[in-house]
């Protein structure tokens, strides 16, 4: 036998944000969505489009070129023949890399052992830790102990300083924490070793938080230019960042390129829009790769923890 239908008066009216959007606020939302879009690429396609352009065609709009013309090469071709820019991009590219790598070894190898119970004064390291957070010694102490150290001039003070971001331990410690204790035990029982239980076990299901944090560490590195403005007085050893401000910022044209842009075919304009790009580029290869991961490693670390 059928149940009797229920009345609509019987249960109480849904919430509004469970309630489908009507046809006005699909309206709303898309065009607010598509004006937002509009502001993050329009300076994008600005800056692309002005590095593609010759130097006629930026003299003529005026500096920043809208409409494309006249597409060429010669800014890239220029900044990549082996000059100041192609050795800060090649520093930029092996600080990166050697740096994402030491921080993430010390940020999982410290999260782990903060996430077990059982190791020997985890909480009062983890709230040292997490003091560190709040209080910071500051520029001028945190400068002397470079310097004491002996790192200064060296690509060590690029990475050492701020090797380890303590936000990104606390989120790798929440999930680890997430995983089954009972797995980790059946693992010791078999004979395996902390070692060998972070390698295989522990590590292969992190792997979602594990590129989340390995992209912020990348980007952190990548986008970095404070160490070196105040560790690093060689010119030869700046990474991209640091000529990019110095093309941008200070209008100085990075060395090998002076007579090409006074005299030659390239625009000053047009090879500051291409460091640009250059230094855009590898967060924007990258970042779709990862995206699909950031919900849940986020998500699920942060929970957990």
């Not at 959007?21 to 699909?26: D, F, S, Y």
């Not at 938080?209 to 590195?221: E, R």
């Not at 941008?248 to 304009?269: C, D, T």
């Amino acid at each position: 036998m059928d149940k009797p239908r229920a009345s609509r008066w019987s249960a109480p009216p849904r919430p509004p944000w469970e309630e489908p959007p009507g046809r006005a606020g699909l309206t709303l939302k898309g065009t607010a969505l598509g004006f937002a879009c509009l502001g993050v690429l329009f300076p994008l396609w600005i800056v692309l489009i002005t590095s593609v352009s010759s130097k006629e065609a930026i003299s003529d709009a005026g500096g920043l070129v809208i409409v494309p013309r006249d597409f060429t090469l010669i800014a890239y071709k220029e900044l990549l023949s082996g000059g100041q820019v192609t050795r800060a991009a090649i520093i930029s590219v092996g600080v990166t890399l050697v740096g994402t790598l030491f921080s993430m070894t010390v940020s999982i190898l410290c999260a782990y052992g903060l996430s077990r119970p059982g190791t020997l004064g985890h909480r009062l390291i983890l709230m040292v830790l997490m003091a560190t957070m709040f209080f910071g010694a500051g520029m001028i102490p945190t400068y002397l102990l470079v310097q004491t150290l002996g790192l200064t001039d060296s690509y060590l003070a690029l990475i050492l300083p701020s090797a380890i971001n303590i936000f990104n331990v606390l989120v790798l410690r929440g999930f680890f924490m997430g995983i089954s204790s009972e797995l980790i035990d059946s693992a010791r029982i078999d004979g395996a070793g902390d070692v060998r239980i972070l390698w295989q076990i522990v590590m292969p299901l992190s792997r979602a938080v594990i590129a989340v944090i390995t992209l912020f560490y990348a980007v952190g590195y990548w986008s970095a230019w404070f160490n070196a403005s105040i560790y690093l007085s060689d010119q030869n050893m700046m990474p991209l960042q640091n000529v990019l401000i110095q093309l941008v910022q200070k209008q100085e044209i990075p060395l090998g390129l002076g007579q090409v842009v006074k005299a030659g075919p390239v625009s000053r304009v047009g090879v500051q829009m291409a460091v640009m790009v250059l230094a855009l580029l590898p967060v924007a290869v990258l970042s779709p790769f990862v995206q699909k991961h950031f919900k849940k490693g986020m998500l699920t670390g942060a929970v957990k923890g």
